[in-house]
């Protein structure tokens, strides 16, 4: 087989050590063949505490464990591999990082979230589109629910409603919505899909409750937990016999990870996103219009208005 390259920009997300291990060690029992990550440039954010306090950590890790190169810069990574994916976990280093490895030419997979304001994003979009260049974004647990729901709901039986739940953990520099709320925004579009039209949030002491009015008249609805209420995550739905379901979502994140690097390994192969740009880019502006909707007391906003927002 070909084994083609992959590299890595940003080595202070826990992923790297685990996309790294799945497409590397042929040993894993969810190992992911074809592709191999070879080369890393560990980048880091000074002033974000997270990423400063591991970044030199996991990148030593991928050097002593499988081998892998480090970089001076980004533009090196993008020049010497087949496909990148774009790790860091500064949010507000997205939109100046894919513009530095764009210019090669390589298929880019984005970790969660792609950007953290719905003008970032979009400006993501445009350099794709000036590159051409395709670009793929996506949460692990999109993942975990479709799975569940395939379970729960065997035939086409129609999704009226859902509501997930999940951890809301805030990292000062990242926004509020963006860091965790990422991943149950992207299970409430898994579930009803892109076409929302309305959101408004409100903050109550257990929990922040983001409700989004899709266009059909469906509601999905996330409830973005304290910390001390756990990291376990939930969803039900509403079904077209009126009936709510639970979805059983299984714990063992390194399943959905699998998933998730199966897709990034087509994506690299065919430049097709699984989970297409634009419905990317309509999760963003949903977290951007739940942020500005808190702000404004639960006044609903449109998430079309956020495409240009900070």
Same mark, same amino acid.
């Given at each position: 087989?070909?084994?083609?390259?992959?590299?890595?920009?940003?080595? @202070? $997300? $826990?992923?790297?050590?685990?996309?790294?291990? /799945?497409?590397?060690?042929?040993?894993? #029992?969810?190992?992911? !063949?074809?592709?191999?990550?070879?080369?890393?440039? =560990?980048?880091?954010?000074?002033?974000? #505490? /997270? $990423?400063?306090?591991?970044?030199?950590?996991?990148?030593?890790?991928?050097?002593? %464990?499988?081998?892998?190169?480090?970089?001076?810069?980004?533009?090196? &990574?993008?020049?010497?591999?087949?496909?990148?994916?774009?790790?860091?976990?500064?949010?507000?280093?997205?939109?100046?990082?894919?513009?530095?490895?764009?210019?090669?030419?390589?298929?880019?997979?984005?970790?969660? #979230?792609?950007?953290?304001?719905?003008?970032?994003?979009?400006?993501?979009?445009?350099?794709?589109?000036?590159?051409?260049?395709? &670009?793929?974004? &996506?949460?692990?647990?999109?993942?975990?629910?479709?799975?569940?729901?395939?379970?729960?709901?065997?035939?086409?039986? !129609?999704?009226?409603?859902?509501?997930?739940?999940? #951890?809301?953990?805030?990292?000062?520099?990242?926004?509020?919505?963006?860091?965790?709320?990422?991943?149950?925004? %992207?299970?409430?579009?898994?579930?009803?899909?892109? @076409?929302?039209?309305? &959101?408004?949030? %409100?903050?109550?002491?257990?929990?922040?409750?983001?409700?989004?009015?899709?266009?059909?008249?469906?509601?999905?609805?996330?409830?973005?937990?304290?910390?001390?209420?756990?990291?376990?995550?939930?969803?039900?739905?509403?079904?077209?016999?009126?009936?709510?379901?639970?979805?059983? /979502?299984? !714990?063992?994140?390194?399943?959905?990870?699998?998933?998730?690097?199966? @897709?990034?390994?087509?994506?690299?192969?065919?430049?097709?996103?699984?989970? =297409?740009?634009?419905?990317? *880019?309509?999760?963003?502006?949903?977290?951007?219009?739940?942020?500005?909707? *808190?702000?404004?007391?639960?006044?609903?906003?449109?998430? @079309?208005?956020?495409?240009?927002? $900070?």
């Amino acid at each position: 087989m070909n084994i083609r390259t992959i590299g890595l920009i940003g080595t @202070d $997300s $826990s992923h790297a050590t685990t996309f790294t291990e /799945l497409l590397n060690n042929p040993g894993d #029992p969810l190992h992911v !063949p074809g592709w191999r990550v070879t080369t890393a440039w =560990p980048g880091g954010s000074p002033d974000f #505490p /997270l $990423s400063a306090s591991r970044v030199g950590t996991i990148m030593d890790r991928l050097e002593t %464990e499988h081998g892998i190169r480090r970089a001076d810069t980004p533009e090196e &990574v993008a020049a010497s591999c087949d496909a990148l994916m774009l790790l860091s976990i500064d949010g507000r280093q997205r939109t100046q990082l894919f513009g530095r490895i764009a210019p090669y030419g390589k298929p880019v997979f984005v970790d969660k #979230p792609l950007a953290i304001s719905g003008r970032e994003a979009a400006e993501i979009e445009a350099i794709s589109n000036a590159c051409e260049i395709p &670009v793929f974004s &996506v949460s692990a647990l999109r993942y975990a629910v479709l799975g569940a729901m395939k379970q729960a709901l065997p035939g086409d039986e !129609p999704i009226l409603g859902a509501t997930v739940g999940g #951890p809301l953990q805030i990292e000062p520099t990242q926004s509020v919505y963006y860091w965790y709320g990422i991943h149950l925004a %992207e299970m409430l579009f898994a579930l009803l899909g892109p @076409d929302c039209q309305s &959101v408004r949030a %409100e903050s109550s002491d257990e929990f922040d409750r983001i409700v989004g009015q899709w266009r059909d008249g469906r509601t999905g609805t996330a409830l973005c937990k304290r910390p001390e209420a756990g990291y376990a995550y939930e969803a039900e739905v509403r079904t077209g016999g009126e009936e709510t379901r639970t979805l059983a /979502l299984d !714990p063992e994140f390194k399943v959905h990870y699998a998933g998730l690097i199966a @897709d990034a390994v087509s994506f690299f192969e065919t430049g097709i996103a699984p989970v =297409p740009l634009g419905e990317t *880019l309509a999760i963003i502006r949903f977290l951007n219009a739940a942020e500005i909707s *808190l702000g404004a007391g639960g006044a609903p906003v449109s998430p @079309d208005a956020c495409a240009s927002r $900070s």
